[in-house]
């Protein structure tokens, strides 16, 4: 040799002798770093000058596997070479070592990583991808794709596997379609879940005939693919059942490599070997377990929604006059967090919330009047100001009047004769029919200020001066007594000026919002929905802490709620279906909400979202089409 070679220029697998002599070891400078690198990949041999029987303080003595004269025997040299190439053995079994403890780090590294990846994936499909997409990777597979056992009802042994994903780098635009396949002993798949058993094959053309699967070619026949060596592994449960299978297709040296012809197949396509399928069986593990825990994921999600909808349904049996509130409150909130997260503005801008926030709060809106279950069904329902009863009692005390004017008519006439005769008769009936004409205008004018008193209304409106008027008035009841002609509880009722609720009905309405949250705090909600009781709670409170039941501030009511507080309200006053109110225009119902929000009531950040994105709009046109 010329020069002393450097490590990099030297082959870690082969066995290297390298000899030193004087001049090498000049060449290699005065730090011995070059020596000492070179040391740990080849064997060093000393040669020494003629005589020279041990190396001189310029040799390295420490990286020196053996040393020699220029002039000794052949035999001692080849004893001492032998040695060396023995040395030289170990250095490339050490290497070996090492490379093979850096590949399984580096397996594990990986297989640790993708069990990350998979269980933070909730959405299935996404997770089905990443789970082919990992098993190529690892194994330089060209295809791949995935079956999942379908479910037996009511705990049935399942029967067939559905083709859910597949994935083909040298074909990456083919059209997908599920199918099924039945878990027997026909396919290679289906086989697979059969039995329990992986299958390595090293071309799936040459299947021996005493196997009972066999490849489906009509794939490769309408594509123009050729499908070899085929790796098919069960995907178990911690519970050591079978959820799925794996199939990986054509294992390759180059792992960009593009299958597109026989030749290139030939040269590129390997078997599965004892790694690949340890590889793959872990990585099956692990998606077996992801896969399991995102199905039971959508089946809480069922779960939820089945219970959402009912609670509805039941919320809506109990009061059919607010049908459909609960969910556009649900629709309009979460569109305005939608909105937000697009324009908010002020201290929202930028404000994101993930798919599982949109869903929490979905539910959150479709429950939140689910307390009305607690509240009295009378009061629920109340529409006008008066019970229905009372107001038959009313109608009732005002016939037995007027019936009473007719009989008094009747009898002062029969008196008048008995006493009088015929004589003036015709002028005394028409006095007293006049009389008794104004007692009927009378009564009927009072009842026609109860029933009409008797209407609520959204704002503060009226005077109740008639009201006072008739029950300042008395009659004599059948048994002689003396009664105001307006009770009065009937009186305090009707003059109600906001609604059609007394004080003690609206607490007892209002209470709805608490038995919500005391019924939602006892579900035990995923931590993904956790703040549902939270959320729902506050929806009736106000930022200045006029609201309720609590009557906080803005600082201690979320963002969640403030947005659901706006939905509420805005439908609320648009709502075509309340009885007891009559319907504003949209229009009418933001110019409430805009005066709601300058007093300090509801979040003018928020609102301004509200009306800038149109949120309200997709609702009424919703409205209109019903």
Same mark, same amino acid.
């Given at each position: ?61 420490? *990286? ?22 023995? @040395? ?103 086989? =697979? ?29 309408? *594509? ?12 178990? =449960? ?14 390759? @040296? ?14 590129? #396509? ?36 089945? *219970? ?16 459909? @509130? ?43 009047? *689910? ?44 008196d008048y004769l008995l006493s009088h005769g015929p004589a003036q008769y015709e002028d005394f009936i028409s006095r007293l029919e006049q009389m008794r004409r104004a007692r009927r205008n ?22 109740? @001066? ?46 709805? #919002? ?113």
């Amino acid at each position: 040799m010329e020069r002393l070679p450097a490590p990099s220029e030297l082959e870690p697998s082969r066995p290297t002798v390298v000899l030193l002599d004087h001049r090498l070891v000049r060449d290699a400078g005065d730090d011995g770093r070059a020596i000492a690198e070179l040391a740990g990949i080849a064997a060093l041999v000393g040669l020494g000058d003629p005589g020279e029987t041990a190396p001189d303080r310029v040799f390295p003595s420490e *990286f020196l596997s053996s040393y020699f004269a220029a002039d000794a025997p052949s035999a001692t040299i080849h004893a001492l070479i032998r040695g060396a190439f023995r @040395h030289a053995v170990s250095l490339v079994s050490a290497h070996v070592a090492g490379e093979e403890r850096a590949l399984r780090h580096r397996e594990l590294a990986e297989l640790t990583s993708v069990g990350v990846a998979l269980s933070t994936e909730r959405n299935l499909l996404a997770l089905l991808d990443m789970i082919l997409t990992q098993a190529r990777r690892i194994t330089s597979s060209d295809a791949a794709s995935l079956y999942l056992v379908e479910r037996g009802d009511n705990g049935s042994a399942p029967t067939t596997l559905r083709f859910r994903l597949a994935q083909n780098y040298t074909l990456p635009d083919l059209p997908f379609s599920e199918t099924t396949v039945p878990i027997d002993h026909t396919s290679l798949a289906g086989y =697979t879940a059969a039995t329990g058993e992986p299958l390595v094959i090293e071309d799936v053309y040459l299947l021996p005939d005493d196997v009972s699967y066999r490849q489906n070619r009509s794939f490769d026949e309408k *594509f123009g693919y050729r499908t070899k060596s085929m790796l098919v592994i069960p995907m178990r =449960t911690h519970r050591d059942e079978i959820i799925g299978v794996l199939q990986l297709i054509n294992r390759k @040296h180059a792992r960009d490599a593009v299958l597109s012809s026989n030749e290139i197949i030939d040269a590129q #396509v390997l078997a599965y070997d004892q790694q690949s399928v340890e590889l793959v069986s872990a990585l099956a593990s692990q998606a077996a377990v992801a896969i399991e825990n995102s199905l039971l994921y959508e089946d809480i999600e069922r779960l939820f929604e089945g *219970f959402v909808t009912a609670a509805v349904t039941a919320i809506e049996q109990r009061d059919p006059t607010t049908s459909g @509130h609960s969910g556009r409150v649900a629709t309009l909130t979460v569109g305005l967090a939608e909105a937000v997260a697009v324009g908010g503005v002020g201290p929202y801008r930028g404000l994101r919330f993930t798919r599982e926030q949109l869903r929490e709060l979905r539910y959150a809106g479709l429950l939140h009047d *689910f307390g009305k279950v607690g509240v009295r069904e009378q009061v629920l329902i109340k529409k006008k100001k008066l019970y229905p009863w009372d107001l038959d009692i009313i109608r009732h005390r005002f016939a037995f009047l007027l019936q009473r004017a007719d009989l008094q008519f009747e009898r002062e006439r029969a008196d008048y004769l008995l006493s009088h005769g015929p004589a003036q008769y015709e002028d005394f009936i028409s006095r007293l029919e006049q009389m008794r004409r104004a007692r009927r205008n009378e009564l009927n004018k009072f009842l026609d200020a109860i029933v009409q008193a008797n209407e609520p209304t959204i704002l503060p409106e009226g005077s109740f @001066h008639e009201l006072k008027e008739i029950n300042e008035r008395t009659y004599i009841d059948f048994e002689g007594v003396e009664r105001p002609l307006l009770q009065d509880e009937e009186l305090r009722f009707l003059m109600i000026r906001k609604g059609n609720l007394d004080d003690r009905e609206r607490r007892e309405i209002e209470s709805h #919002v608490t038995h919500t949250f005391r019924f939602l705090e006892q579900i035990p909600w995923t931590r993904e929905l956790r703040r549902i009781p939270e959320i729902a709670f506050g929806h009736h409170e106000k930022l200045n802490g006029t609201g309720y039941p609590r009557r906080v501030t803005g600082a201690e009511i979320p963002v969640q709620t403030r947005m659901m507080t706006i939905a509420d309200i805005f439908d609320a006053l648009t709502a075509t279906d309340r009885p007891y109110k009559r319907a504003v225009p949209a229009e009418r119902a933001l110019d409430i909400l805009s005066e709601e929000a300058q007093e300090g009531m509801i979040d003018m950040n928020l609102l301004k979202t509200f009306i800038e994105a149109r949120i309200y709009l997709a609702l009424a046109s919703g409205k209109n089409e019903e």
